[in-house]
């Protein structure tokens, strides 16, 4: 990427890991500073779409979400 073009990932951007109630995980993108839902399990915030789903595929690893 050339350093004087502007950024494409907004820096407000945020994308959080959110339990579901059959136990498998989904990645949801947030403009706002926290997730909607604070009853159920959630991780991150990540800066990017990519470690969202990094860290997902070690949650599943861990036995902490189901495979989708």
Do not use: H
Not at 6 to 32: A, F, L
Not at 41 to 60: D, N, T
Request: aromatic share 8%; charged share 25%.
């Amino acid at each position: 990427m050339n350093p004087t073009e502007p950024s494409r990932e907004n820096p407000s951007e945020t994308w959080y890991i959110v339990k579901q109630t059959d136990g498998s995980c989904e990645i949801w993108q947030s403009q706002n500073s926290s997730a909607e839902d604070k009853s159920t399990e959630q991780w991150g915030p990540f800066a990017s779409q990519g470690e969202a789903i990094a860290r997902r595929v070690g949650l599943i690893r861990a036995g902490k979400c189901q495979p989708q």
